[in-house]
Nanobody, 124 residues
Framework: QVQLVESGGGLVQAGGSLRLSCEAS????????MRWFRQAPGKEREFVAA????????YYADSVKGRFTISRDNAKNTVYLQMNSLKSGDTAVYYC?????????????????WGKGILVTVSS
């Protein structure tokens, strides 16, 4: 069973940067297309970014395009989310997730694996 563990969250001032990491275990990481989602207080969980199994295709929500960068290191079984120019609206619990091995998909219901989430707080 694939397990995902996020790290790197915390408190940062507006305009600052953070890098989230998500380490996978229990499966073949290179067979997983990886995604980041987030859930702000009182709001629904939303898609943030996606990366293909090889890392060659990247996708972003409009709200983070140009500020966030998703990447992966298959040798380290880890996906990253570099977050720059952070805004108070980026405050949320961030989750990494993946659909079943070999599959794609963007929606919450298409994800087979979820991390427990990590809090990012951006102070204004």
């Amino acid at each position: 069973q694939v397990q995902l563990v996020e790290s790197g969250g915390g408190l940062v001032q507006a305009g600052g940067s953070l890098r989230l990491s998500c380490e996978a275990s229990g499966g073949t990481f290179s067979s997983l297309a990886m995604r980041w989602f987030r859930q702000a207080p009182g709001k629904e969980r939303e898609f943030v970014a996606a990366i293909s199994r090889s890392g060659g295709n990247l996708y972003y929500a409009d709200s983070v395009k140009g500020r966030f960068t998703i990447s992966r290191d298959n040798a380290k079984n880890t996906v990253y989310l570099q977050m720059n120019s952070l805004k108070s609206g980026d405050t949320a619990v961030y989750y990494c997730a993946a659909p079943p091995p070999g599959q794609g998909g963007w929606g919450l219901r298409e994800m087979a694996y979820w991390g427990k989430g990590i809090l990012v707080t951006v102070s204004s």
